[in-house]
């Protein structure tokens, strides 16, 4: 432990590093028409920096002038709150929201309008990127850092002439040229410094730090232009958190994982404390080379980000274990008493009860119901209606896995436009690639299970004044497990890795003839795009100790204990041991040299292997007419999706390669009206049609397994090669007013009808294992889902009130909407549950100040809850509401120097809190990553 003084003399030394770091790399930036950064809107080569104090000002003229329903981040927006990567900066977009990746904290994941990120188009300068997540399209946008763009763009209703599977929308993020610059040659360099507390008050490594180097040059009369950027830093984080480990069970035994049970009286069978040490490096940059000459642009641009994370997740487990029970012949009956209450004798097949053959099952056909007779393991006192939650023995581990990763997106493309008079051309050939990796994966465990249990033993009870901390009562024998680690013996180890790759090549020829009159143009366009993915899961090991030196060592006795904490979550635990690293790796790459035979096999090794080719090929035509100040676009795109998978079939002496095929064909028309009555007017209505297709993955016939360190099967997953595409008819009206260049009113409402939405059921099954269940997850069709909701968005500066109160600002966006699905299981009666992570309420709210030389912002985030999935018995997995208070602030010393001052989660909220059914009684997961400072420095010349 550390002193309080000690953690004031460290957040002094990393607060004057920050400092000092980000003075030294602060050196200049780019020469601009005013001070800062802003966009304009049509194609990518046409965003513009030109000023910090005109960035607002540029992004709302952008979104005036779009001809869809649009928002916008500007370049300097993106830098005025401490976002950690570009999904949380989205958040603060009206209608978008965040899912939280569980081990940092941070954003992963965006949805749009409620619709997941499987929904949604993600693209770079207009490249579709590559899709690495392994399980779903989602695209991973903790990769990309908040800074290096020009703009991300959200587009929220679609024309012919964009990708139809984006029912949500479209994000895309555009990077700068050297056209984006008003010098000729400009050199911008940046850098940061700070530190995350609760990594700091931990004692763990907390310093986060970023430098990135901009270069820009026009040559030849303008006519070239080159611009790269490169970027690099480190973050590290300390995540605690507690979690759910079994589900709540009903207090009555339960028949399946399907049919009604009573939700108003659950059980916690065990919860997890996990201690997670991370360091994240993200790296990268991106580049352009542009040719303007007549009537002929031509470019090469290319962008590439790589994220590495190195952590470990240290797993303290508190868990009441199944054990064999009696089972009813007639498990509807409810009349018996409990096994306590009808023993009647002990004998050499142990406990004697006086249940007759006709009430519980014979096992062993001895004519009498004994201990011997008991079977299938359970929580209940009997398997059948007469069992009552009832456990009768234990489990406490501490077990420790890695949880390396590193991703990495790229892109790349060339094209250009040509102007040949009324016929216009624009043309490009892409690639992105990208890659999900899990380096080798180290996992090592020691539990109590093996210890021995007095007769007549409990599970563990559990006290709690509030329910996201609930605390174990021990039984009187396990009083000592938490803090004497000689209590713990070996349970086993394991090593694997794990790689998703997606290579990406498209290509599109668009052609535009304009003509005279109410007809304005005729556009024709079409695009290949084919996508290969490969997933390849690869157990290495799994054994124990033996013929090492810790064969037969205990926890205490091993030396793989690093330290131990003595409270988490600001003192809601004790936590206790916690791993080192390098002596556990240490230690199972020994065991693997002394116990070769406990590799895995060459059927492990192929099982959950999976290779997906994906082609599609789209065509177009779209008129644009204009009718005084009304402009109407109408038109047809037409999408053919062809997809082949192959996957390993474990089919006993017949196991083989298997594969399966699919493909469809979709029509989506549209129609689009925009009415600009005035200059500070701008009216949108749009009715169109979209689609997603399944994911890779659930449509093939294969299947994954989960394990855990002691390599039991924890989960299965598995695929639905009968999956649909879903199919969406969605309606847009907007209302945009502005009362000034930096202000603006709106006001947009919406509606999706979706059919043969998507989505995956989670049921246990009961299994012979420590847990006495698996979890087997498959994706389904379900039958309608509806969304719609109202968007009401607010930028306005306070100028004309005296001063100073006329430096103030605020900005404002709120998102109320409504969703519902019926998934067509029987079990749940025909009743009607949320979209799948749909919140129904969104709002970001601002107040800033410009003025002395001082620029700030306190921003406010409000996510909703949602359901993240659907569970066991009807009773799914909700996300709690989300809060985060952040301030960013900057004090200009000159028109040259600046310093910038930013708090991220000033609150110190939680970032990830789930529970089992929307009653926050039933805690599933709760997790905080702490607050996070951060110092910046800027000199402009």
């Known amino acids: 432990m550390i002193s309080s003084q000690d953690i004031v003399r460290r957040r002094g030394k990393y607060a004057a590093s920050a400092a000092c770091l980000a003075l030294a790399f602060a050196i200049a930036s780019p020469a601009r028409a005013a001070d800062g950064a802003a966009i304009a809107e049509d194609a990518p080569g046409d965003i513009v920096v030109t000023g910090q104090r005109l960035s607002t000002e540029s992004a709302l003229e952008a979104k005036r002038n779009s001809q869809n329903v649009v928002d916008i981040i500007a370049a300097d927006d993106l830098g005025k709150l401490p976002d950690a990567n570009v999904a949380d900066a989205l958040a603060r977009i009206p209608g978008v929201s965040v899912i939280v990746n569980q081990d940092t904290g941070e954003g992963q994941y965006v949805t749009v309008r409620g619709l997941s990120g499987t929904y949604n188009a993600v693209m770079i300068n207009g490249i579709r990127v590559a899709q690495t997540d392994t399980s779903s399209r989602d695209v991973s946008l903790n990769v990309l850092p908040p800074n290096g ?51 700091l008050d931990a004692d763990e490594p907390a310093a986060n730090y970023q430098a990135q180097a901009d270069f820009a040059t026009r040559l030849a009369d303008d006519r070239f232009g080159f611009f790269v950027s490169g970027n690099y830093g480190v973050s590290h984080g300390n995540g605690q958190e507690t979690e759910n480990d079994g589900e ?22 065990g919860i997890d404390l996990d201690y997670r040490r991370l360091k994240q490096t993200r790296y990268g940059g991106n580049f352009s080379f542009d040719y303007h000459g007549g009537g002929t642009q031509l470019y090469l641009r290319g962008q590439y980000a790589r994220q590495k994370m190195v952590g470990t997740n240290d797993i303290t487990d508190y868990r009441s274990r199944p054990t064999a029970r009696l089972s009813q012949v007639n498990i509807d009956d409810t009349s018996l008493v409990q096994p306590e209450n009808a023993i009647i004798g002990t004998g050499s097949k142990g406990r004697i009860y006086n249940y007759t053959t006709s009430q519980i099952v014979d096992a062993d056909g001895d004519g009498m119901i004994t201990d011997a007779d008991r079977g299938t393991r359970g929580l209940w006192s009997l398997n059948g209606r007469s069992g009552v939650f009832d456990p009768q023995a234990m489990q406490f581990a501490r077990s420790m896995s890695t949880l390396d990763q590193n991703q990495t997106l790229a892109t790349i493309a060339l094209g250009g436009h040509s102007d040949l008079n009324r016929l216009k051309l624009d043309y490009e050939l892409s690639y992105s690639g990208g890659v999900n990796q899990t380096p080798e994966s180290y996992s090592v465990g020691y539990n109590c299970d093996a210890c021995t249990y ?27 497990v938490e803090r004497d680690a000689a209590l713990l013996p070996f349970d086993g180890a394991s090593t694997r890795r794990s790689k998703q790759t997606d290579d990406r090549v498209a290509a599109r020829l668009d052609a535009r003839y304009d003509f005279d009159g109410v007809l304005d143009y005729v556009k024709v366009g079409g695009k290949y795009l084919r996508s290969k993915r490969h997933y390849d899961n690869t157990p290495i090991w799994d054994g124990d100790f033996s013929g090492t030196p810790l064969d037969g060592l205990n926890l205490a006795d091993s030396g793989l204990v690093d330290k ?10 004790y936590y206790g041991d916690v791993y080192s690293r390098k002596a556990v790796v240490a230690a199972i790459k020994a065991a693997q040299v002394a116990n ?26 779209l008129a644009h007419l204009t009718l005084d100040a009304v402009q109407m676009i109408g038109g047809l795109r037409v999408e053919r999706r062809e997809t082949h998978n192959e996957f390993w079939v474990d089919d006993g002496d017949n196991s083989r390669v298997g594969s399966t095929d699919r493909g469809y064909t979709v029509l989506l028309p549209s129609l689009t009206a925009i009415w600009r009555p005035a200059q500070n007017q701008a009216y949108h209505a749009a009715i169109w049609t979209g689609y997603s297709p399944p994911e890779y ?47 603006i009113i709106s006001l947009g409402a919406y509606y999706k009808r979706i059919r043969n939405f998507i989505f995956t059921n989670g049921s246990s099954v009961s299994a012979d294992t420590l847990t006495g269940t698996i979890e087997i997850s498959q994706p389904q069709n379900g039958k309608t889902a509806t969304v719609y909701g109202i968007e009401l968005n607010l930028i306005k500066s306070l100028q004309g009130l005296q001063s100073p109160f006329d430096g103030f600002g605020v900005e404002g966006n709120v998102t109320v909407q409504h969703s519902e699905a019926d998934t067509g299981q029987p079990y749940r009666n025909g009743k009607k549950i949320r979209l799948i992570n749909t919140p129904h309420l969104l709002y970001n709210a601002s107040l800033t100040y410009q003025k002395y030389g001082i620029e700030a912002k306190l921003s406010y985030n409000y996510r909703g809850k949602y359901i993240e999935s659907l569970r066991d018995n009807a009773v799914d997995k909700w996300v709690r509401p989300n809060r985060s208070l952040d301030f960013h602030s900057r004090y200009n010393f000159t028109k040259h120097f600046a310093m910038d001052f930013d708090v991220a989660n000033i609150l110190n909220a939680y970032k990830y809190y789930t529970t089992k059914g929307d009653n926050p009684s039933y805690q599933k997961d709760y997790m905080e990553p702490g607050r996070t400072f951060v110092m910046r420095a800027s000199y402009i010349f």
């Open 149 to 199: 763009l020009a703009a991300i763009r959200v587009t929220k209703t679609l024309t012919p002439d964009q990708d139809g599977d984006a029912i949500g929308g479209t994000i895309d993020f555009r990077t700068p040229t050297a056209f984006d610059f008003r010098d000729r040659t400009t050199v911008r360099l940046y850098g940061s410094g700070g530190f995350n507390q609760q990594a």
């Open 248 to 269: 709540w069970e009903p207090y009555k035994w339960r028949k399946d994982a399907e049919e009604p049970i009573d939700e108003t009286n659950m059980h916690l069978p």
């Open 454 to 480: 007095p007769l007549n033993a409990t599970g563990i009870n559990w006290v709690s004044n509030d329910p996201r901390f609930p605390h174990a009562a021990l039984p009187a024998f396990a009083q000592n």
């Open 564 to 573: 131990e904490v003595a409270s988490i979550l600001r003192g809601q635990y």
């Open 596 to 621: 070769p035979g406990d590799a895995a096999s060459a059927t492990d090794l192929v099982a959950d292997d999976k290779r997906s080719t994906e082609t599609i090929y789209a065509g177009y035509g």
């Open 697 to 743: 993955g659930y449509i093939s016939a294969g299947q994954s397994v989960t394990r855990d360190a002691s390599n039991e099967i924890i989960a299965i997953s598995q695929g639905n090669p009968d999956l649909k595409a879903a199919r969406a008819v969605n309606a847009d009206v907007s209302a945009e007013y502005y009362p000034d260049a930096t202000s």
